[in-house]
Antibody
Framework: EVQVVESGGGLVKPGGSLRLSCAASGFTFSDAWMSWVRQAPGKGLEWVGR??????????DYAAPVKGRFTISRDDSKNTLYLQMNSLKTEDTAVYYC???????????????????WGKGTTVTVSS | DIQMTQSPSTLSASVGDRVTITCRAS??????LAWYQQKPGKAPKLLIYDASSLESGVPSRFSGRGSGTGFTLTISSLQPDDFATYYCQQYSTYPWTFGQGTKVEIK
């Protein structure tokens, strides 16, 4: 079964740091483009950032609100994705989802990936 | 950034109704659009990708159409399990952006 399982959420004070982990199984993690998506309480979905596979350079992109504060990394030997969150703000309070990217026969030639697998999420609360 | 706008924000419907949700992009995204379903306290689930392709295992009552800037998600005959919030998302350009969501409620 293809699945991703997040961990590491919790309560942290403003200005603090937290590292989320995402354990992947059931697919070739090293080939996957992975993303983090978050959802603030009662709000919609917000893309946080993405890391490509090592084959594609393992490059990262981030949403403007987290750029410079959050870092996505991967350890293919452990089938694990990470989200290092620094300088946390109250507005970073959300459920954080680890997601797996996929491309169709139509979109792969152009490197257009969509999310086909979501984890159950881990809750991050930033509060004093 | 590409803005995604869904309408309506809330939709009240009955079991058996045909339901259509609209999603508009602020600039052309070709067909690089996905639709997700989310139930309270659960992770989103992929329904449609590439604007009109049905994800494996998703009931055929769900369908997607559109290209460029205008897209629709249609549920041909609403079932009790379909009451949820639906999101469109563009993957044409980073940053990926989502619509604000459409909540489908029981009438």
């Amino acid at each position: 079964e293809v699945q991703v399982v997040e961990s590491g959420g919790g309560l942290v004070k403003p200005g603090g740091s937290l590292r989320l982990s995402c354990a992947a199984s059931g697919f070739t993690f090293s080939d996957a483009w992975m993303s983090w998506v978050r959802q603030a309480p009662g709000k919609g979905l917000e893309w946080v950032g993405r890391i490509k596979s090592k084959t594609d350079g393992a490059t990262t992109d981030y949403a403007a609100p987290v750029k410079g504060r959050f870092t996505i990394s991967r350890d293919d030997s452990k089938n694990t994705l990470y989200l290092q969150m620094n300088s946390l703000k109250t507005e970073d309070t959300a459920v954080y989802y680890c997601t797996k990217g996929f491309c169709s026969s139509a979109s792969c030639p152009y490197y257009y990936y969509y999310i086909d697998v979501w984890g159950k999420g881990t809750t991050v609360t930033v509060s004093s | 950034d590409i803005q995604m706008t869904q309408s309506p924000s809330t939709l009240s419907a009955s079991v058996g109704d045909r339901v259509t949700i609209t999603c508009r992009a602020s600039q052309s995204i070709s067909s690089w659009l996905a639709w997700y379903q989310q139930k309270p306290g659960k992770a989103p689930k992929l329904l449609i990708y590439d604007a009109s392709s049905l994800e494996s295992g998703v009931p055929s009552r769900f369908s997607g159409r559109g290209s460029g800037t205008g897209f629709t998600l249609t549920i041909s005959s609403l079932q009790p399990d379909d009451f949820a919030t639906y999101y469109c998302q563009q993957y044409s350009t980073y940053p990926w952006t989502f619509g604000q969501g459409t909540k489908v409620e029981i009438k």
